[in-house]
């Protein structure tokens, strides 16, 4: 029974790893290559530069950075396939039982 348990744990928490998984690859990969094949235009050939204030105050340069969502989408794809890999195998020992 104890054991049981853990599988249906196991296998809601594999189910999820593999949604945040997929949805963190869909922001950080597809969407920006969807958009960019859509729109016809390569990110690398930007050439703007904001300044802002510089007149009357002091002045801001705002540069953009990217969000460390690969490591998130590393992270959860890992956990996904260490769950499948498991159930996978304890399914496999079931059935010679």
Request: glycine residues 6%.
């Amino acid at each position: 029974m104890k054991k049981e348990k853990l599988i249906k744990i196991i296998t809601i928490f594999t189910i999820l790893s593999a949604l945040i998984t997929f949805i963190s690859a869909f922001f950080s990969f597809l969407l920006p290559l969807y958009l960019s094949f859509k729109l016809k235009d390569d990110i690398s050939k930007s050439e703007i530069v904001e300044t802002i204030g510089g007149a009357d105050g002091p002045t801001a340069i705002y540069i953009s950075g990217q969000s460390s969502l690969y490591l998130v989408t590393i992270i959860f794809l890992l956990l996904t396939i260490l769950g499948i890999i498991y159930l996978v195998i304890n399914k496999h020992k079931k059935s010679y039982m």
